[in-house]
T-cell receptor, first 112, second 111 residues
Framework: DTGVSQNPRHKITKRGQNVTFRCDPI?????LYWYRQTLGQGPEFLTYFQNEAQLEKSRLLSDRFSAERPKGSFSTLEIQRTEQGDSAMYLC??????????FGEGSRLTVL | SQELEQSPQSLIVQEGKNLTINCTSSKTLYGLYWYKQKYGEGLIFLMMLQKGGEEKSHEKITAKLDEKKQQSSLHITASQPSHAGIYLC???????????FGTGTRLTVIP
Protein backbone atom coordinates (compact mmCIF):
# COMPACT_ATOMS: atom_id res chain seq x y z
CA ASP A 1 0.00 0.00 0.00
CA THR A 2 1.60 3.24 -1.21
CA GLY A 3 -0.81 5.46 0.68
CA VAL A 4 -1.94 7.10 -2.56
CA SER A 5 -5.58 6.39 -3.32
CA GLN A 6 -7.40 7.19 -6.52
CA ASN A 7 -11.05 7.11 -7.41
CA PRO A 8 -12.98 6.10 -9.23
CA ARG A 9 -10.95 3.06 -10.23
CA HIS A 10 -12.98 2.68 -13.38
CA LYS A 11 -15.05 5.18 -15.33
CA ILE A 12 -17.04 4.54 -18.48
CA THR A 13 -18.46 7.60 -20.16
CA LYS A 14 -19.92 8.70 -23.44
CA ARG A 15 -18.00 10.90 -25.80
CA GLY A 16 -18.55 14.58 -25.01
CA GLN A 17 -19.13 14.11 -21.29
CA ASN A 18 -16.89 15.59 -18.61
CA VAL A 19 -15.08 13.36 -16.13
CA THR A 20 -13.18 14.08 -12.93
CA PHE A 21 -10.66 11.90 -11.16
CA ARG A 22 -9.52 12.35 -7.60
CA CYS A 23 -6.19 11.56 -5.97
CA ASP A 24 -5.55 11.45 -2.24
CA PRO A 25 -1.87 11.22 -1.32
CA ILE A 26 -0.58 10.91 2.22
CA UNK A 27 0.05 14.10 4.17
CA UNK A 28 3.84 13.85 3.72
CA UNK A 29 3.55 14.03 -0.06
CA UNK A 30 4.15 17.70 -0.75
CA UNK A 31 4.55 16.98 -4.44
CA LEU A 32 1.81 15.34 -6.48
CA TYR A 33 2.06 14.20 -10.10
CA TRP A 34 -0.47 13.14 -12.74
CA TYR A 35 0.40 10.71 -15.52
CA ARG A 36 -1.50 9.04 -18.33
CA GLN A 37 -0.76 5.52 -19.51
CA THR A 38 -2.08 3.90 -22.66
CA LEU A 39 -1.90 0.22 -23.47
CA GLY A 40 1.62 -1.04 -24.03
CA GLN A 41 3.26 2.26 -23.17
CA GLY A 42 4.98 3.69 -20.15
CA PRO A 43 3.28 6.46 -18.16
CA GLU A 44 3.31 9.89 -19.77
CA PHE A 45 3.79 12.92 -17.52
CA LEU A 46 0.93 15.44 -17.51
CA THR A 47 1.37 17.90 -14.66
CA TYR A 48 2.56 18.28 -11.09
CA PHE A 49 2.00 20.29 -7.93
CA GLN A 50 4.24 21.47 -5.14
CA ASN A 51 1.71 21.78 -2.32
CA GLU A 52 -1.11 23.78 -3.94
CA ALA A 53 1.02 25.38 -6.66
CA GLN A 54 0.85 23.84 -10.12
CA LEU A 55 4.45 24.09 -11.32
CA GLU A 56 4.23 22.46 -14.71
CA LYS A 57 1.23 22.16 -16.95
CA SER A 58 2.60 22.55 -20.44
CA ARG A 59 2.38 18.81 -20.94
CA LEU A 60 -1.33 18.59 -20.33
CA LEU A 61 -2.61 17.06 -23.52
CA SER A 62 -5.02 19.80 -24.51
CA ASP A 63 -6.99 22.65 -22.99
CA ARG A 64 -9.72 20.11 -22.21
CA PHE A 65 -7.48 18.82 -19.43
CA SER A 66 -7.13 20.66 -16.15
CA ALA A 67 -5.93 19.80 -12.67
CA GLU A 68 -6.26 21.37 -9.25
CA ARG A 69 -4.89 20.86 -5.78
CA PRO A 70 -6.77 23.55 -3.88
CA LYS A 71 -5.52 22.95 -0.34
CA GLY A 72 -2.31 21.16 -1.09
CA SER A 73 -3.77 17.81 -0.10
CA PHE A 74 -6.01 15.94 -2.56
CA SER A 75 -5.97 16.72 -6.27
CA THR A 76 -8.45 16.42 -9.11
CA LEU A 77 -7.90 15.92 -12.81
CA GLU A 78 -10.77 16.95 -15.05
CA ILE A 79 -11.26 16.13 -18.70
CA GLN A 80 -13.92 18.12 -20.48
CA ARG A 81 -15.73 17.01 -23.64
CA THR A 82 -14.11 13.60 -23.58
CA GLU A 83 -12.98 11.97 -26.80
CA GLN A 84 -12.36 8.31 -27.51
CA GLY A 85 -8.64 9.01 -27.62
CA ASP A 86 -8.80 9.99 -23.95
CA SER A 87 -9.36 6.36 -23.01
CA ALA A 88 -6.40 5.42 -20.84
CA MET A 89 -5.26 4.81 -17.29
CA TYR A 90 -4.75 8.02 -15.32
CA LEU A 91 -2.15 7.65 -12.59
CA CYS A 92 -1.38 9.85 -9.65
CA UNK A 93 1.87 9.81 -7.70
CA UNK A 94 2.93 11.41 -4.46
CA UNK A 95 6.41 12.37 -3.39
CA UNK A 96 7.72 13.26 0.02
CA UNK A 97 11.07 14.47 1.27
CA UNK A 98 12.80 11.14 0.64
CA UNK A 99 12.41 11.70 -3.11
CA UNK A 100 10.68 8.40 -3.73
CA UNK A 101 7.65 8.63 -6.00
CA UNK A 102 4.72 6.42 -5.03
CA PHE A 103 1.89 5.74 -7.42
CA GLY A 104 -1.75 5.02 -6.79
CA GLU A 105 -3.65 2.17 -8.44
CA GLY A 106 -4.88 4.44 -11.20
CA SER A 107 -8.23 5.40 -12.67
CA ARG A 108 -9.13 3.66 -15.91
CA LEU A 109 -11.20 5.73 -18.31
CA THR A 110 -13.17 4.26 -21.18
CA VAL A 111 -14.84 6.69 -23.56
CA LEU A 112 -17.53 5.16 -25.74
CA SER B 1 9.76 8.43 -24.45
CA GLN B 2 12.41 9.28 -27.01
CA GLU B 3 14.76 10.29 -24.22
CA LEU B 4 14.76 6.84 -22.72
CA GLU B 5 15.32 3.42 -24.22
CA GLN B 6 14.55 0.23 -22.33
CA SER B 7 15.63 -3.23 -23.39
CA PRO B 8 14.66 -5.91 -23.95
CA GLN B 9 10.99 -5.26 -24.66
CA SER B 10 10.11 -8.72 -23.43
CA LEU B 11 11.91 -11.50 -21.67
CA ILE B 12 10.97 -15.10 -20.98
CA VAL B 13 13.14 -16.99 -18.52
CA GLN B 14 13.05 -20.28 -16.71
CA GLU B 15 12.51 -20.09 -12.98
CA GLY B 16 15.81 -19.87 -11.18
CA LYS B 17 17.63 -18.05 -13.97
CA ASN B 18 19.20 -14.63 -13.63
CA LEU B 19 18.23 -11.76 -15.89
CA THR B 20 19.11 -8.14 -16.61
CA ILE B 21 17.02 -5.26 -17.92
CA ASN B 22 18.67 -2.11 -19.23
CA CYS B 23 17.62 1.50 -19.39
CA THR B 24 19.59 4.09 -21.38
CA SER B 25 19.11 7.83 -21.47
CA SER B 26 20.34 10.29 -24.08
CA LYS B 27 20.70 12.87 -21.29
CA THR B 28 22.41 12.90 -17.92
CA LEU B 29 19.97 11.93 -15.25
CA TYR B 30 19.14 13.61 -12.00
CA GLY B 31 17.60 10.34 -10.89
CA LEU B 32 16.48 6.97 -12.16
CA TYR B 33 13.50 5.09 -10.77
CA TRP B 34 12.59 1.45 -11.25
CA TYR B 35 9.01 0.23 -10.96
CA LYS B 36 7.12 -3.01 -11.44
CA GLN B 37 3.60 -3.08 -12.83
CA LYS B 38 1.08 -5.85 -13.17
CA TYR B 39 -1.43 -5.57 -15.99
CA GLY B 40 -4.13 -3.01 -15.25
CA GLU B 41 -2.64 -2.02 -11.91
CA GLY B 42 -0.56 0.82 -10.55
CA LEU B 43 3.22 1.02 -10.39
CA ILE B 44 5.04 -0.57 -7.49
CA PHE B 45 8.14 1.35 -6.45
CA LEU B 46 11.30 -0.75 -6.47
CA MET B 47 14.31 1.54 -6.24
CA MET B 48 15.54 5.07 -6.77
CA LEU B 49 19.12 5.85 -7.85
CA GLN B 50 20.58 9.33 -7.84
CA LYS B 51 24.35 9.14 -7.64
CA GLY B 52 26.75 8.01 -10.32
CA GLY B 53 27.95 4.50 -9.58
CA GLU B 54 25.17 3.92 -7.07
CA GLU B 55 23.93 0.40 -6.51
CA LYS B 56 20.94 -0.71 -4.45
CA SER B 57 19.53 -4.11 -3.65
CA HIS B 58 16.26 -5.37 -2.29
CA GLU B 59 15.78 -9.09 -1.84
CA LYS B 60 16.85 -10.60 -5.17
CA ILE B 61 16.72 -7.40 -7.19
CA THR B 62 19.76 -5.16 -7.72
CA ALA B 63 19.77 -1.88 -9.60
CA LYS B 64 22.81 0.12 -10.69
CA LEU B 65 23.37 3.56 -12.16
CA ASP B 66 26.54 4.08 -14.16
CA GLU B 67 29.12 6.73 -13.35
CA LYS B 68 27.97 8.99 -16.18
CA LYS B 69 24.39 8.73 -14.92
CA GLN B 70 23.00 7.82 -18.31
CA GLN B 71 22.52 4.09 -18.02
CA SER B 72 20.93 1.84 -15.43
CA SER B 73 20.48 -1.88 -15.15
CA LEU B 74 18.09 -3.98 -13.10
CA HIS B 75 19.29 -7.46 -12.27
CA ILE B 76 17.15 -10.25 -10.82
CA THR B 77 18.91 -13.23 -9.33
CA ALA B 78 17.28 -16.67 -9.26
CA SER B 79 14.03 -15.48 -10.77
CA GLN B 80 10.70 -16.69 -9.43
CA PRO B 81 7.18 -16.63 -10.91
CA SER B 82 6.39 -13.80 -8.50
CA HIS B 83 8.87 -11.62 -10.38
CA ALA B 84 6.71 -11.72 -13.50
CA GLY B 85 5.30 -8.40 -14.63
CA ILE B 86 6.25 -5.28 -16.49
CA TYR B 87 9.36 -3.46 -15.33
CA LEU B 88 9.52 0.25 -16.05
CA CYS B 89 12.37 2.68 -15.68
CA UNK B 90 11.55 6.32 -15.12
CA UNK B 91 14.14 9.05 -15.63
CA UNK B 92 14.30 12.46 -14.05
CA UNK B 93 16.00 14.59 -16.69
CA UNK B 94 14.94 18.01 -15.41
CA UNK B 95 15.54 17.80 -11.66
CA UNK B 96 11.84 18.28 -10.94
CA UNK B 97 11.09 14.56 -10.62
CA UNK B 98 8.58 14.67 -13.48
CA UNK B 99 9.69 11.31 -14.78
CA UNK B 100 9.91 10.20 -18.38
CA PHE B 101 9.31 6.48 -18.71
CA GLY B 102 10.53 3.80 -21.04
CA THR B 103 8.03 1.49 -22.70
CA GLY B 104 8.74 -1.27 -20.20
CA THR B 105 10.05 -4.81 -20.22
CA ARG B 106 7.51 -7.60 -19.94
CA LEU B 107 9.00 -10.41 -17.88
CA THR B 108 7.59 -13.92 -17.93
CA VAL B 109 9.04 -16.53 -15.56
CA ILE B 110 8.26 -20.11 -16.48
CA PRO B 111 7.94 -22.43 -13.47
Amino acid sequence: DTGVSQNPRHKITKRGQNVTFRCDPISEHNRLYWYRQTLGQGPEFLTYFQNEAQLEKSRLLSDRFSAERPKGSFSTLEIQRTEQGDSAMYLCAGQGNTGELFFGEGSRLTVL
Amino acid sequence: SQELEQSPQSLIVQEGKNLTINCTSSKTLYGLYWYKQKYGEGLIFLMMLQKGGEEKSHEKITAKLDEKKQQSSLHITASQPSHAGIYLCGADITGANNLFFGTGTRLTVIP
